[in-house]
């Protein structure tokens, strides 16, 4: 693979036209290679094709049949209700779009955001969004080699017209493929982990909640029981049950403060919960003993993804510190990160040791649960973030496992995801050399 500029000219050398293929778009003719490889000529009518714009850098490829440019990456997401104009009218954020489309650009990719609403099957043609010159271009694109499904919420992705794109996706595989089909669900998430004899030590009991005797029978066996929505993010909605003597205390956080009232019996307590709950789904989770640090509970968020050759690794680390008196880590809910070694070091001590020890430890737990939760869920997954956490006693376990990550706060982690999601792709669509490297000369 090399980089070139592209050129738009209205006449080329017919005597040197290649075949040139972008996405599912392939042209024949109008095409050459110039100036020592560093531009990439093209007529109007095949830049338009490829949705190709003058200057713009791409990497190329040889092929088989000529040469390949890209890969295409499609951005998924969906329309806001109302439906404002262009670009406006995109679900998402927009740092994130901003981010990985420079950063595919850097390396050869054609990335642009696109609804599943703009989507021509017919034509094999969709309206994608380009950030050029600090604004969002439209721009019509042949449908791309790698579709990244970053559909925002989970109700979204259940509508009829992501439901409609991703069934007609599936009928283009494998020239069109799709990873990070959907969100995952919690309790599914337990239940095939369940499954894994080597994984079940690593994973707190959880049980669904269905009515107030599960939740009676958990604290019969648990001093602390975790309350969680099955569908909420970020810690929303998370409450906590501990036995303070004889009495029981609910915690929760009410705007921007945490509460902790006690009960004396659970039928009390119940009825605080059911009038909390309002109705969500919940799980109940036994309540582990946490390492602290400096008085305060913490667990760490890890970023797992496929590299350049389909295989899972980890691309960064970083904790989380729940609020004084805080009972979730979530920096929304007034957690703050951390670096890894700093806090282990600090909350178990140097004689407690091997901190590097211990990073290895959470490195091969999440190693393990990615695969599994793909091999459960029978689906193409590119990356996951997940939460574990240390206990007292330096075991690690699973928490949960998101398959729409949040962007990491860590600079370094942040800048390695998004060349990971580029390798990535670049694997997907078969832009690999026999030797492993992303690249082939041309």
């Not at 093209?42 to 003058?54: Q, S, Y």
């Not at 880590?329 to 407690?352: C, M, Q, R, Y």
Request: aromatic content about 8%.
């Amino acid at each position: 693979m090399h980089y070139a500029r592209v050129i738009i000219a209205s006449e080329q050398q017919r005597a040197q036209a290649t075949r040139l293929s972008g996405g599912v778009a392939e042209v024949s003719g109008g095409v050459r290679l110039a100036e020592g490889k560093s531009a990439l000529e093209l007529t109007e009518r095949a830049a338009h094709l490829l949705g190709l714009r003058d200057k713009q850098r791409v990497g190329v490829w040889r092929a088989a049949y000529g040469m390949r440019i890209g890969p295409y990456v499609g951005i998924m997401t969906n329309k806001r209700p109302g439906t404002l104009p262009g670009f406006r009218g995109l679900r998402g954020r927009r740092e994130n779009y901003t981010a990985l489309t420079r950063m595919a650009g850097e390396m050869g990719a054609v990335a642009f955001v696109f609804a599943v609403e703009d989507v021509d099957f017919a034509q094999r043609r969709v309206l994608g969004y380009a950030r050029v010159g600090g604004r969002w271009v439209p721009r019509e694109y042949p449908l791309p080699d790698v579709v990244y499904n970053r559909v925002p919420d989970r109700k979204s992705e259940v509508s009829l017209p992501v439901m409609r794109f991703k069934q007609q996706i599936k009928r283009l595989q494998p020239a069109v493929a799709l990873f990070n089909p959907k969100f995952l669900n919690k309790w599914e998430l337990y239940g095939l982990l369940a499954k894994q004899p080597e994984l079940t030590p690593f994973v707190p009991e959880t049980c669904l909640y269905r009515e107030p005797k599960d939740l009676v029978d958990m604290l019969r066996k648990h001093d602390m029981v975790y309350l969680k929505p099955q569908d909420t993010f970020a810690g929303r909605g998370i409450m906590r049950v501990w036995r303070k003597g004889q009495k029981l205390v609910l915690s929760y956080k009410d705007g921007a403060k945490y509460r902790h009232a006690s009960y004396t019996g659970t039928d009390a307590l119940l009825r605080a919960f059911v009038a909390r709950r309002a109705g969500s789904r919940y799980l109940l989770q036994e309540g582990l003993r946490l390492a602290k640090l400096r008085g305060a509970i913490f667990d760490v968020r890890v970023l797992v993804q496929k590299n350049n050759q389909g295989q899972w690794e980890v691309t960064g680390i970083g904790v989380r510190v729940a609020a004084p008196g805080g009972i979730t880590t979530h920096v929304p809910n007034g957690g703050h990160i951390a670096p890894l070694d700093t806090v282990l070091k600090e909350a178990f001590g140097e004689s407690a040791g091997r901190p590097q020890g211990l990073r290895e430890e959470i490195e091969a737990l999440a190693l393990k649960v990615a695969p599994a939760i793909e091999r459960g869920v029978g689906s193409l997954f590119g990356e996951m973030s997940m939460d574990i956490g240390i206990t007292e006693a330096k075991k690690c376990y699973f928490f949960e496992a998101n398959a729409k990550p949040m962007k990491f706060d860590e600079p370094a982690i942040r800048a390695k995801s998004l060349r990971r999601l580029v390798e990535f792709s670049r694997y997907l669509a078969g832009y690999q050399s026999s030797g492993g490297q992303s690249g082939v000369s041309i």
